[in-house]
């Protein structure tokens, strides 16, 4: 079993810039992938951003293309989540994931993390 912590969540103004944390635990080896989604208030959770662990091969979103840059290190078993140039559409509880197989764009995850919540104002 895979355990994930995020961190580094938080209040901001437009314009900032914000790096999440997520430490992962346990069952290291089964991880294939890991991702960053992110769910806003009446809107359905979305994939941000994703990271092979072995290639670290990226994805990201339109929405992140550009601002946010996602990256691991496997020493420290964490995935991170570089956020720059926040907009308040940004706002949201980001959610780290992880995953055995490398459909990184199918959201059924196979871990998920308790969430952050980011909050960017105008």
């Known amino acids: 079993q895979v355990q994930l912590v995020e961190s580094g969540g938080g209040l901001v103004q437009a314009g900032a810039s914000l790096r999440l944390s997520c430490a992962a635990s346990?069952?290291?080896?089964?991880?294939?992938?890991s991702a960053w989604f992110r769910q806003a208030p009446g809107k359905e959770r979305e994939l941000v951003a994703a990271?092979?662990?072995?290639?670290?091969?990226?994805y990201y979103a339109d929405s992140a293309k550009g601002r946010f840059t996602i990256s691991r290190d496997n020493a420290k078993n964490t995935v991170y989540l570089q956020m720059n140039s926040l907009i308040p559409e940004d706002t949201a509880v980001y959610y780290c994931?992880?995953?055995?197989?490398?459909?990184?764009?199918?959201?059924?995850?196979?871990?998920w993390g308790q969430g952050t919540q980011v909050t960017v104002s105008s």
């Open positions: 990271i092979s662990r072995t290639y670290g091969s990226t």
């Open positions: 346990g069952g290291i080896f089964r991880i294939v992938y």
């Open positions: 994931a992880a995953k055995e197989d490398n459909h990184y764009t199918d959201p059924k995850y196979d871990y």
